[in-house]
Nanobody
Framework: QVQLVESGGGLVQTGGSLRLSCAAS????????MGWFRQAPGNEREFVSA????????IYSDSVKGRFTISRGSAKNTVYLQMNSLEPEDTAVYYC????????????????WGQGTQVTVSS
């Protein structure tokens, strides 16, 4: 089993920045594809970004492209999401996800999920 723990959420004003972190524990002998999703109240879970096992390839949703940056940490199976130019529409619970196979933006392709961290952007 793999456990994912997110941190770094909080309250920020429009235009501000936050950096989310996610660390995996448990069965971490292999590298995982890692991604971020978010869910606002009343909305479905939405893809944000993902990074391949080696960190060489990243993808983003159109809504965050150019503002958010995903990166892998030096420790195995850690991932960061640098969020700049935040907007009220970015307010959501952000979830870290991981899987041994690449699924891109498909939430059902990720086997492991964190508990989520709240991001609130005030106008």
């Amino acid at each position: 089993q793999v456990q994912l723990v997110e941190s770094g959420g909080g309250l920020v004003q429009t235009g501000g920045s936050l950096r989310l972190s996610c660390a995996a524990s448990g069965r971490t002998g292999v590298n995982y594809v890692m991604g971020w999703f978010r869910q606002a109240p009343g909305n479905e879970r939405e893809f944000v970004s993902a990074v391949t096992k080696g960190g060489g390839n990243t993808i983003y949703s159109d809504s965050v492209k150019g503002r958010f940056t995903i990166s892998r940490g030096s420790a195995k199976n850690t991932v960061y999401l640098q969020m700049n130019s935040l907007e009220p529409e970015d307010t959501a619970v952000y979830y870290c996800a991981a899987d041994s196979e690449y699924s891109g933006d498909l939430y059902y392709g990720y086997a492991y999920w964190g508990q989520g961290t709240q991001v609130t952007v005030s106008s």
